[in-house]
């Protein structure tokens, strides 16, 4: 996968991702019409599927809205690469499927508008634009299995006893 | 083997294990699983997705109706009715809506979380009942569902750094501004993937209240989880609630942890966290100046009885400045009746503030006090990222009851010893 670079800083919170206003609905695709809003009004005009947003520490922190990795995903977000991530933002995105990446190398050597291809069963990240290359360590254990088995839904289903 | 810290003990008990080490992936077997009428839609959604017909056991699961409730508006009606009619269709034992309240409080009051249990929940503020010597931390919607279908969810087993108070706090300060103090020192990652277990002399001077309100906070250094020792006010208080029996227990002296913190709680004034994070942490007397158009207390960081004891005995009396918005929401039905019953609800309204039914509401800015752009609250909330309790460019200033109710009557951010 490959997309053009929305850069932000460090403790983006969920509440600037989707703010609670917006979480009166669970509609995935409304969600998606107010993602970042409250940090950068433009950004749902910009993006375009397969962008990718690079970000600082503690990325997705704050409230546990699964809202908030749901509305990246849905409007066409790639992939997120970030310095580290909040924890329950961290779960919640491989439950969903919304691939994310820990590469903080890559986020000080990359600036806004680069492209950016991920290849993750490789463990590798290129910016096309600046022509350097970052690799990042596999995914280990339950988190692991989570992103084989296409998410937590599959997984689950494929371990219930069918009814 | 080296010995173990009260987050690994509470994870091994819950695995079935004899001893785990940071690092190590578990099981764990839940004993409650929580979710809201925020969160809970999304779960139903994912769990009827996961092909999952009954819930693993219908009297380990509490659905709370809080953050938009009474119902606001016509969306929030159909999140809590989803909510309902998935509680009923399952049976389920804790579907709290009437003769309820915020979620953190109410369980704990009602005897449903006790000490050695495992919970999590559909909100990031589930760490609250580490105060019960118990291990909990918040999930999303979809691993709050697959809790809900298989009764246990995974957890890779976090260091554990030890925040130690001793010392005498001093007048006005509790267990929120220590929590605020600790968020400043270490951050809003500072415990990032951790657990954070506290200890000290000044912890165990605490009532449960302010033990609630500071692994409330944990989440907001990026903890996995906040935990409180085992005392005999734990013990006095989950008696009073139990109806099943608990497990306790402590940390070993030889446990192994990430980093040892110790500050003396004695020289502490009360904190006020500054927009636009909870680490932005200062004493009162430095943000004195500033004028603010709403006080906010409540919330499931300082809804308790005692909470509004402390806002009464300042409000007592006084009034409340004109042009500020006083806006006083006790935590559960429980404590509204019995702040009503106390004459703290007569105090209230005397001074020129407003009680609301028990809810979340301007805490996340829901509703029942959301700000205007260019508005400022002193509030007894969380979190004051922008845009929390209103338009994203009105203000929060995080604080304790205390400073909250004093600001109202001045107008202006202040320390009650300037009344
Ligand atoms: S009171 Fe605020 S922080 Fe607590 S559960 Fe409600 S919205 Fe979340």
């Given at each position: 996968m490959a997309g053009h670079v929305h850069k932000y800083g460090d403790h983006v919170d969920t509440d600037v991702i989707i703010p609670a206003r917006y979480l009166n609905t669970s509609d995935n695709a409304e969600l998606a019409a107010h993602c970042m809003e409250d940090l950068d009004a433009e950004f749902i005009t910009r993006v375009r599927p397969g962008d990718v947003i690079v970000a600082g520490v503690n990325f997705g922190c704050g409230s546990s809205r699964e809202h908030a990795p749901i509305a990246i995903k849905e409007c066409g977000v790639s992939c997120v690469i970030a310095k580290s991530f909040a924890r329950i933002f961290y779960r919640n995105a491989l439950n969903i499927g919304l691939p994310i990446v820990e590469c903080a190398p890559l986020v000080d050597e990359t600036e806004a508008g680069d492209e950016v291809e991920v290849d993750l069963a490789a463990g590798r990240a290129r910016n096309l634009t600046k022509g350097t290359e970052y690799s990042f360590p596999p995914l280990v254990g339950p988190a692991a299995e989570l992103v084989a088995a296409g998410g937590l839904v599959a997984l689950v289903k494929a371990r219930l006893p069918a009814g | 083997m080296p010995g173990m810290t009260l987050t690994e003990k509470l994870l091994?008990?819950?695995?079935?294990?004899?001893?785990?080490?940071?690092?190590?992936?578990?099981t764990a077997k839940l004993s409650c699983v929580l979710a809201n009428d925020m969160t809970a839609p999304i779960a139903?959604?994912?769990?009827?997705?996961?092909?999952?017909?009954?819930?693993?056991?219908?009297?380990?699961?509490?659905?709370?109706?809080?953050?938009?409730?009474?119902?606001?508006?016509?969306?929030?009606?159909?999140?809590?009715?989803?909510?309902?009619?998935?509680?009923r269709e399952q049976d389920i034992l804790h579907y709290y809506e009437t003769e309820a309240g915020i979620e953190h409080i109410l369980l704990p009051d009602k005897g449903?979380?006790?000490?050695?249990?495992c919970v999590i929940g559909a909100d990031s503020h589930t760490c609250t009942y580490g105060a019960l010597t118990a291990f909990s931390t918040g999930v999303g919607s979809s691993d709050c569902a697959a809790a809900m279908a298989t009764g246990e969810c995974w957890f890779r087993v976090p260091e554990t750094l030890r925040f130690v108070f001793n010392g005498e706090l001093q007048p006005w300060v509790g267990g929120k501004d220590l929590i605020l103090f600790t968020i400043g020192q270490i951050g809003v990652d500072g415990a990032l993937y951790r657990a954070m277990e506290f200890g000290g002399s000044a912890?165990?001077?605490?009532?449960?209240?302010?033990?609630f309100t500071m692994c409330n906070m944990a989440i907001e250094a990026g903890g996995k989880n906040g935990v409180m020792p085992f005392d005999e006010k734990t013990k006095a208080y989950?008696?009073?609630?139990?109806?099943?029996?608990?497990?306790?227990?402590?940390?070993?002296?030889?446990?192994d942890y990430a980093h040892v913190y110790e500050w003396n709680a004695g020289a502490i004034e009360p904190q006020v966290s500054a927009p636009?994070?909870?680490?932005?942490?200062?004493g009162v007397s430095e943000l004195k100046d500033v004028a603010i158009d709403q006080a906010v207390v409540g919330a499931c960081t300082n809804g308790r009885i005692e909470d509004l004891r402390v806002a009464a005995g300042i409000l007592k009396g006084r009034k409340v400045a004109k042009g500020v918005r006083c806006i006083i929401i006790p935590g559960t039905?429980?404590?509204?009746?019995?702040?009503?019953?106390?004459?703290?609800?007569?105090?209230?309204?005397?001074?020129?503030?407003?009680?609301?039914?028990?809810?979340?509401?301007?805490?996340?800015?829901?509703?029942?006090?959301?700000?205007?752009?260019?508005?400022?609250?002193?509030?007894?909330?969380?979190?004051?990222?922008?845009?929390?309790m209103g338009h994203p460019e009105s203000e929060v200033y995080l604080a304790s009851p205390a400073v909250a109710a004093a600001s109202a009557v001045c107008g202006r951010i202040c320390s009650p010893e300037e009344l």
């Amino acid at each position: 996968m490959a997309g053009h670079v929305h850069k932000y800083g460090d403790h983006v919170d969920t509440d600037v991702i989707i703010p609670a206003r917006y979480l009166n609905t669970s509609d995935n695709a409304e969600l998606a019409a107010h993602c970042m809003e409250d940090l950068d009004a433009e950004f749902i005009t910009r993006v375009r599927p397969g962008d990718v947003i690079v970000a600082g520490v503690n990325f997705g922190c704050g409230s546990s809205r699964e809202h908030a990795p749901i509305a990246i995903k849905e409007c066409g977000v790639s992939c997120v690469i970030a310095k580290s991530f909040a924890r329950i933002f961290y779960r919640n995105a491989l439950n969903i499927g919304l691939p994310i990446v820990e590469c903080a190398p890559l986020v000080d050597e990359t600036e806004a508008g680069d492209e950016v291809e991920v290849d993750l069963a490789a463990g590798r990240a290129r910016n096309l634009t600046k022509g350097t290359e970052y690799s990042f360590p596999p995914l280990v254990g339950p988190a692991a299995e989570l992103v084989a088995a296409g998410g937590l839904v599959a997984l689950v289903k494929a371990r219930l006893p069918a009814g | 083997m080296p010995g173990m810290t009260l987050t690994e003990k509470l994870l091994a008990h819950a695995a079935g294990r004899d001893g785990v080490r940071p690092g190590d992936f578990v099981t764990a077997k839940l004993s409650c699983v929580l979710a809201n009428d925020m969160t809970a839609p999304i779960a139903i959604r994912e769990f009827r997705k996961m092909g999952a017909e009954r819930v693993f056991d219908r009297t380990k699961i509490a659905l709370v109706a809080d953050h938009s409730t009474p119902n606001k508006d016509i969306l929030s009606a159909t999140q809590t009715k989803t909510m309902r009619d998935f509680a009923r269709e399952q049976d389920i034992l804790h579907y709290y809506e009437t003769e309820a309240g915020i979620e953190h409080i109410l369980l704990p009051d009602k005897g449903i979380v006790l000490p050695g249990d495992c919970v999590i929940g559909a909100d990031s503020h589930t760490c609250t009942y580490g105060a019960l010597t118990a291990f909990s931390t918040g999930v999303g919607s979809s691993d709050c569902a697959a809790a809900m279908a298989t009764g246990e969810c995974w957890f890779r087993v976090p260091e554990t750094l030890r925040f130690v108070f001793n010392g005498e706090l001093q007048p006005w300060v509790g267990g929120k501004d220590l929590i605020l103090f600790t968020i400043g020192q270490i951050g809003v990652d500072g415990a990032l993937y951790r657990a954070m277990e506290f200890g000290g002399s000044a912890i165990h001077a605490l009532e449960m209240a302010g033990r609630f309100t500071m692994c409330n906070m944990a989440i907001e250094a990026g903890g996995k989880n906040g935990v409180m020792p085992f005392d005999e006010k734990t013990k006095a208080y989950v008696d009073a609630r139990a109806t099943r029996e608990y497990t306790v227990f402590e940390p070993d002296a030889d446990a192994d942890y990430a980093h040892v913190y110790e500050w003396n709680a004695g020289a502490i004034e009360p904190q006020v966290s500054a927009p636009f994070l909870p680490s932005n942490a200062r004493g009162v007397s430095e943000l004195k100046d500033v004028a603010i158009d709403q006080a906010v207390v409540g919330a499931c960081t300082n809804g308790r009885i005692e909470d509004l004891r402390v806002a009464a005995g300042i409000l007592k009396g006084r009034k409340v400045a004109k042009g500020v918005r006083c806006i006083i929401i006790p935590g559960t039905h429980d404590i509204h009746l019995r702040a009503t019953r106390e004459g703290l609800v007569e105090t209230f309204l005397e001074a020129g503030a407003m009680v609301s039914t028990p809810t979340c509401g301007p805490c996340l800015g829901g509703h029942m006090g959301v700000l205007a752009a260019g508005e400022r609250a002193v509030a007894t909330t969380n979190r004051n990222f922008v845009g929390r309790m209103g338009h994203p460019e009105s203000e929060v200033y995080l604080a304790s009851p205390a400073v909250a109710a004093a600001s109202a009557v001045c107008g202006r951010i202040c320390s009650p010893e300037e009344l």
